[in-house]
T-cell receptor, first 113, second 114 residues
Framework: AQSVTQLGSHVSVSEGALVLLRCNYSSSVPPYLFWYVQYPNQGLQLLLKYTSAATLVKGINGFEAEFKKSETSFHLTKPSAHMSDAAEYFCAVSGPTGNQFYFGTGTSLTVIP | DTAVSQTPKYLVTQMGNDKSIKCEQNLGHDTMYWYKQDSKKFLKIMFSYNNKELIINETVPNRFSPKSPDKAHLNLHINSLELGDSAVYFC?????????????FGEGSRLTVL
């Protein structure tokens, strides 16, 4: 069985500061891991995904995440927050069948000017 | 062209009514899903179909009935609507088995039950 835990349901950062959103996973098999972003009144959009290739994954809008097996983590970072980054962020895991996805509870990111 | 499209975007209805939400994907994917997002933004899988066959059916009241006429369409019909059904319902698709394809989401259908 797979699951993800997102620590911190709300994160606030100042514009220009580092963004760090935490995700820990649980999986009995090598996982595929994803970060999605949801802007207000929109659907979810893929930011990046880990598929057992490089452990450091670069995504859209300057985001990246590092897969750390020893820590069972897949934290999302961005060096410098922009006002347009304010959104809800979801971590997700899927197993090898590729058709079951499990989402974390989401982290709401606020960017303070 | 929108990859995953769902209609309507908004539904407002009275308790006890029946409503349907339609979803279509033009990505050629084999697997389609319905997710429910509540007011706290929690995303919960409801159903998943692979090539028109039901593969995931989470604990969902049987008032909810999905129908997949072909692999590009997955509709959701809800009978006898209740206040607790108010939520945003998202349709999604993925290429299916053999991962690691990601999910592609529609824009959501916001259901309000009065």
């Amino acid at each position: 069985a797979q699951s993800v835990t997102q620590l911190g349901s709300h994160v606030s950062v100042s514009e220009g500061a580092l963004v760090l959103l935490r995700c820990n996973y649980s999986s009995s098999v090598p996982p595929y891991l994803f970060w999605y972003v949801q802007y207000p009144n929109q659907g979810l959009q893929l930011l990046l995904k880990y598929t057992s290739a490089a452990t450091l994954v670069k995504g859209i809008n300057g985001f990246e995440a590092e897969f750390k097996k020893s820590e069972t983590s897949f934290h999302l970072t961005k060096p410098s927050a922009h006002m347009s980054d304010a959104a809800e962020y979801f971590c997700a895991v899927s197993g090898p069948t590729g058709n079951q996805f499990y989402f974390g509870t989401g982290t709401s990111l606020t960017v303070i000017p | 062209d929108t990859a995953v499209s769902q209609t309507p975007k908004y539904l407002v209805t009275q308790m006890g009514n029946d409503k349907s939400i339609k979803c279509e994907q033009n990505l050629g994917h084999d697997t389609m899903y319905w997710y429910k997002q509540d007011s706290k933004k929690f995303l919960k899988i409801m159903f998943s179909y692979n090539n028109k066959e039901l593969i995931i059916n989470e604990t969902v009241p049987n008032r909810f009935s999905p129908k997949s006429p072909d692999k590009a369409h997955l509709n959701l019909h809800i009978n006898s609507l209740e206040l607790g059904d108010s939520a945003v319902y998202f349709c999604a698709s993925s290429r299916g088995q053999g991962g690691p394809g990601e999910l592609f989401f529609g824009e959501g259908s916001r259901l309000t039950v009065l």
